[in-house]
Structures are given as structure tokens and as C-alpha cells.
């Protein structure tokens, strides 16, 4: 058996994970398990290595985590070399997504500048496009050490969007495959929020396996996601998801993340460490 797990769900409705779960397992010919985790968008550095235990063999996860278990001494996951494609025009066929600065539709702002003072809520804090991109980009704009005090963490975009609803913070960034799905699905959310900026664009999401696992396995498992979108019926299955198909990806394709991931972790340490729980 493949133990597969999304940690992305359930801003991205576990239903497409479900999916690529099944195609894979059916591809493969071997029996699969999904499970979800939504405390994290990836494996914390600060806890066990469930890769290295062998406890998981494939997850859906954000960029950090990806870097932080390739990049260790002894990496643990490999990438999975093909990337969702994501029905968006800024994408232009890329496997990318955005960080999408969303505010309640009454707010003034125009621009990240004049939200530096805002309550931020942020999913966590192992996101690049919730928390890491806001660090960043908050300094650009000259944010100081009270920037941190304002920064609450929502446990999620979902939470984040209902948290601007409700008018209990002033913006969000929100990655844009999320904003996209609940544009669509919650047409309220059109009038009541709206996009502000967008930053990135970022590297899509990895698929990460297990380092030790069979190199035919691996390769087989490659091949399959290189023809995801292969035929008719699959295409029409994806587009449920807004996915187009899929791209080549590489490791590289993540410097400009870990470029990223090392200024804003020096830069959460110049204002002040890690921005705490929530307060509402």
C-alpha cells in the first residue's frame, strides 16, 4: 500500500487529492490511503520526519516544507517532476500560483503600502504564500517591529476569508488557487472581499515522495503524473478543480523560493519571531 496525504486540504477541497490518489493507485496497480492534515501545510521542521520513518510515502504540500526536508543533511523526498496547471490567465500554461492580498470590499486600500498598519491573518506558518510573502514584502514597504504584534494566525485561508468577512482582520494574502475555487464556489464573496495586489508568482505546490522508495516505483509513479491529463475524460474530470493539466518542474524551479524562505526568515527575526495564535 501507498500512504498518500494532503496537507493542503481544506482550502483546496480534498477532493482533488482524493482523485490523484485513486489515478495514481489505478496506475501503479497497488492499493492506496489518503489522509489529511490540516494543523500544517507541510511537515514542520520542529517535529518528526514522517518520510523518514517511512510512516508516508507521497504528500501534497507548500514549498517550505518541500525545502526544508530536501535541503536537510540527509534528504528524506524527492520531487515528483510534474506540477498542477491551474486555470488561471496569469499562469500562461505555467505550474505556478499567487499570493492575492485580499481585503473586505469597504476597505480603502489600494495597495500592500497602505495596509503595513492592518491586522494581518495568515494560515500558517508554513506557507509561502500566507506568511513568508507578507514577511517579505511587509519590510519592502517599511514595515517596523510592531508588524508581528498585528499578524494573527487562522489556521487556514478558509479561515482567513471568513476572518475578513466577519471584520476580525484587515487583509489576508490568500493563495490564488484558493481564491479562485471560492470565487466560483461562493459568488457572495465577489462583492463582499476584493484583490488588492498579487505577489509571486511562486512555484505550484509540490508533490513529494519518499526518498527510499523503489527507483522503478518512482519512476513509474513520474510517469503517471506526466499523463495526468492524457485523455478526454480526464481533462473534463480536472476542470471540476480549474486544472488544465499538468508541467515539468524541477528542483530548481524552488531557488527563487528558497531565496525567498531565507530573507523572510531573517526578516522574522528582525521583527520580532514568530507571529503567535489567534486572538479572536
Not at 499570493?99 to 498598519?117: G, H, K, Q
Request: hydrophobic letters at 40%; one cysteine or more; glycine letters at 6%.
Amino acid at each position: 500500500m501507498l500512504r498518500f496525504r494532503t496537507y493542503l486540504t481544506p482550502s483546496i477541497p480534498k477532493s482533488l487529492f482524493a482523485y490523484l490518489t485513486a489515478y495514481l493507485g489505478q496506475q501503479l496497480g497497488v492499493r492506496t490511503e489518503l489522509q489529511v492534515v490540516m494543523t500544517h501545510s507541510g511537515p514542520p521542521p520542529n517535529l518528526p520526519d514522517p518520510f523518514a520513518s517511512g510512516e508516508l510515502d507521497l504528500a501534497f504540500c507548500c514549498a517550505p516544507a518541500y525545502i526544508w526536508l530536501h535541503d536537510q543533511a540527509t534528504p528524506t523526498v524527492d520531487l515528483v517532476p510534474f506540477g498542477l496547471v491551474f486555470d488561471d490567465p496569469r499562469a500562461a500554461g505555467r505550474p505556478v500560483t499567487f499570493s492575492d492580498i485580499v481585503v473586505r470590499a469597504d476597505n480603502p486600500a489600494r495597495s500592500f503600502a497602505d495596509l503595513i498598519t492592518a491586522r494581518w491573518g495568515f494560515n500558517d506558518h508554513e506557507s509561502l504564500s500566507g506568511y513568508y510573502s507578507v514577511l517579505q514584502t511587509a519590510v519592502e514597504y517599511g514595515a517596523d517591529d510592531t508588524f508581528m504584534s498585528r499578524l494573527q494566525h487562522t489556521r487556514g485561508h478558509l479561515n482567513s476569508l471568513r476572518g475578513l468577512r466577519e471584520g476580525a482582520i484587515d487583509a489576508a494574502a490568500i493563495d490564488s488557487v484558493v481564491v479562485a475555487l471560492r470565487w466560483r464556489e461562493d459568488r457572495a464573496l465577489r462583492t463582499e472581499l476584493r484583490l488588492v495586489q498579487s505577489l509571486g508568482p511562486w512555484p505550484i505546490q509540490p508533490i513529494v515522495m519518499r526518498r527510499s522508495l523503489p527507483a522503478r516505483l518512482k519512476a513509474r509513479l513520474t510517469s503517471a503524473m506526466g499523463k495526468l491529463a492524457a485523455t478526454p475524460e480526464r481533462r473534463e474530470a480536472l476542470r471540476r478543480w480549474r486544472i488544465s493539466g499538468v508541467a515539468p518542474m524541477t528542483d530548481a524551479d524552488f531557488d527563487v523560493e528558497r531565496a525567498s524562505l531565507a530573507r523572510a526568515k531573517a526578516l522574522e527575526r528582525a521583527l520580532g519571531g514568530t507571529a503567535g495564535t489567534p486572538r479572536h
